[in-house]
């Protein structure tokens, strides 16, 4: 009998542990499958966040280094500079990179560097247990903001997407989510786009993925889903923000 | 009447903020100080404290936007741990330059790399040297004191100055255990209303904070630092005296337990004294006579009480649960410091324990006690600096 569905040899033979609905997994394995399809995997060289994706190293089977928070994009100029060969990936959180790591992930796109950006958007700091990030929507309850994001004292949420697409140095900008088939297919197919830009040394790329955090949220992974595409689209539309390539790519198919 | 309850260090010490009702508070998540500043935030959002809370975007923006809210003349606080006390270095010299008396709890937790989340003091060790007083606590009851204490400490007027106020992650500051806390009225006489000293935005006298002072008057001011150091002590126990009046609880610069008459004894930092002066007790009943001493004022650290109270014994063993690399433990070259003064010394030895959050065991101080039994009858020591409690 044929096998026509395995899991990815990018991912080692572990179950996940992330909490039930959580977009961190179906994440992971997309990168996962992608790293798989482009037959990189001895190249690669992913740098984990800290956040609730801290264990990537337990569950990716390829080199991890582990950067301390927010620092992802700095830690990846570094080695991408020391070696070019390699591919090279951030995975962060929003806290991560739109909290404590706002500076580094700016200037790393204003240089223009040659790396792929995996950046999950879920609202929330969920490893510390659901504390507002720059990210969280207006009203949002969180544990720091028990009545609600009050945009008055607390801000607005950031659009990361949109700020990084107004740089010249950033090649590649798209805002995508994991909430339904299509948008899994839609995310795989910009990780991968990202991926290939970094081969082709076409410079900086980001994919925004819009994810559940269902525990910290405090709904069921059911209904977060229903959140997620309700509430936070709204805020974070999904599209393409930049790209420099556009009708430049000599694949095939043209990704999204 | 006091209320007495059973609550988590993080807790206890987020009680003692909302009694304090400080003006501003900067406010970023952190493992294990998190529930701290959440239980605060919770406090803001139900409008039982009137403070300005903002949530901040890092420990770096948290300690700058504490600079710029006591610069401006407000009691402000906020809390941290780890990576995010590391993030804030160079904020520290400049709220302590800028004699800013900001209190910080920081609940003690290891530094990467490795990431772990775990106890060990790495984290207020690296602070040491940064011009904040700290004062450290074996328990919830401890840190909750310390942190009321606290406030009377930095905005005395003869120093204003930054303080720390540490406690144990999670073996304190997650586990339950029992307190007594002061009425609100009680603390709210105690810690008084706040007194803006040399603040911004008094239009008739304007003035600046940290202008730039090269090599004519950067030394003396660094004096002047110093200076106002030695006179921590006397306020520190001052203050405890009052607190006493209050509390009922009495704290000095550190805690003397069955020390008067001992031969032998630990030195050790919160909550690990706890569990030693358990097996300090047991050996005393096999008529072992063993003591502990548990630094509470750790900076300024008081050389000549700590000197005095130690110079009688044979044998003494100076527990860090910190690393200095390449050096003794941090705790340990403070003590050697003081008794290097004294003619007449004990035999010292430093143990490594608990780094990461590694268990310190009744048996460990059992072991370092058998240890310095044996240092004291033979007058010899092996080796100086050794880690206990590690997996073979
Ligand atoms: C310097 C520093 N400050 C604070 C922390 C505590 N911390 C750990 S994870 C985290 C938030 C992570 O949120 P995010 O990046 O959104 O990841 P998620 O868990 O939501 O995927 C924080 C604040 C830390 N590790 N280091
Ligand atoms: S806390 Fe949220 S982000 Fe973290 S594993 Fe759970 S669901 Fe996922
Ligand atoms: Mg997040």
Not at chain 1, 56 to 85: S, V
Not at chain 1, 209 to 225: A, Q, R, Y
Not at chain 2, 144 to 172: K, S
Request: aromatic share 8%; proline share 5%; with cysteine.
């Amino acid at each position: 009998m044929k096998k026509i569905f395995k899991r990815p040899i990018s991912l080692k033979q572990v179950p996940f542990r992330f909490c039930p609905g959580c977009g961190h997994s179906l994440i992971h394995r997309l990168i996962a499958e992608c790293i798989d399809n482009l037959g990189i995997r001895e190249r690669v060289v992913g740098i984990a966040p800290v956040g609730c994706a801290v264990f990537a190293y337990d569950y990716f089977n390829f080199d991890i280094l582990e950067a301390p928070h927010g620092r992802p994009p700095a830690t990846a100029t570094g080695l991408k500079r020391a070696m070019p060969d390699r591919i090279i990936f951030t995975y962060q959180g929003d806290g991560d990179l739109a909290a404590i790591g706002t500076a580094e992930i700016i200037h790393a796109a204003n240089r223009g560097e040659n790396i792929s950006v995996f950046f999950v958007n879920n609202a929330t700091y969920g490893m510390t247990g659901g504390q507002m990030a720059p990210t969280t929507l207006p009203g949002q309850k969180t544990t720091t903001t028990p009545s609600g994001r009050n945009t008055k004292t607390a801000g607005f949420p950031l659009r990361v997407s949109e700020l990084l697409s107004t740089i010249e140095g950033a090649s590649y900008i798209v805002r995508t989510s994991v909430d339904s088939y299509k948008n899994l297919i839609n995310t795989k197919r910009a990780i991968e786009k990202s991926f290939r830009y970094q081969i082709e040394e076409r410079g900086f790329s980001l994919v925004e993925i819009l994810s559940p955090c269902p525990v910290d949220w405090g709904f069921t992974p059911k209904d977060s889903i229903i959140w997620l595409r309700k509430e936070m689209m709204s805020v974070y539309p999904l599209g393409t923000l930049k790209d420099k390539f556009k009708g430049k790519n000599k694949w095939k198919k043209e990704l999204l | 009447m006091a209320r007495i309850l059973a609550v988590s260090g993080n807790e206890a010490v987020a009680e003692a903020l909302r009694q304090v009702n400080p003006d501003v508070c900067a406010a970023y998540p952190i493992t294990p100080q998190t529930e701290l500043m959440q239980r605060f935030a919770s406090f803001v959002s139900d409008g039982i404290v009137d403070t300005e809370l903002i949530l901040v975007e890092s420990e770096h923006s948290a300690m700058s936007t504490c600079i710029g809210a006591s610069a401006g003349g407000g009691r402000v606080v906020t809390a941290t741990s780890s990576q995010g006390l590391a993030l804030m270095w160079e904020m520290l010299y400049i709220a302590s330059g800028l004699r800013l008396p900001i209190v910080m709890p920081v609940v003690n937790r290891s530094l990467s790399a490795p990431i772990n989340i775990h106890c060990d003091h790495s984290d207020a060790m690296g602070a040491r040297d940064s011009g904040w007083i700290q004062l450290w606590s074996e328990n919830a009851q401890e840190a909750y004191d310390n942190t009321l204490q606290a406030f009377r400490i930095a905005e005395h007027m003869d120093i204003r100055l930054p303080v720390i106020v540490c406690m144990d992650g999670f073996i304190i500051g997650h586990s339950i255990q029992r307190i007594e806390y002061l009425e609100d009225e009680e603390v709210k006489k105690f810690v008084g209303e706040f007194k803006p000293l040399n603040p911004l935005l008094d239009i008739d006298n304007p003035k600046s904070y940290g202008p730039l002072i090269l090599p004519d008057l950067y030394h003396e001011y660094k004096r002047a630092q110093h200076e106002v150091m030695t006179k921590v002590k006397d306020i520190v126990l001052d203050v405890a005296e009052e607190f006493e009046k209050i509390g009922g609880r009495r704290y000095g610069l550190f805690e003397a337990y069955r020390l008067d008459d001992a031969e032998t004894a630990l030195v050790i930092l919160n909550s690990a004294a706890g569990t030693s002066k358990d097996v300090i007790d047991e050996f005393r009943e096999r008529g072992i006579m063993a003591g502990l001493l548990k630094p509470r004022l750790f900076r300024p650290f008081p050389y000549e009480e700590v000197a005095n109270a130690l110079k009688h014994l044979k044998a003494i063993c100076v527990l860090d649960r910190a690393d200095s690399f390449g050096g003794y433990g941090p705790l340990f070259m403070e003590v050697s410091s003081a008794l290097y003064q004294v003619r007449e010394r004990p035999r010292m030895i430093n143990k490594i324990y608990g780094l990461g959050g590694r268990d310190y065991l009744p048996q460990h101080a059992e072991q370092v006690l058998s240890e310095l039994v044996e240092i004291a009858k033979t007058d010899k020591v092996e080796i100086i600096k050794e880690y206990i409690g590690v997996r073979e």
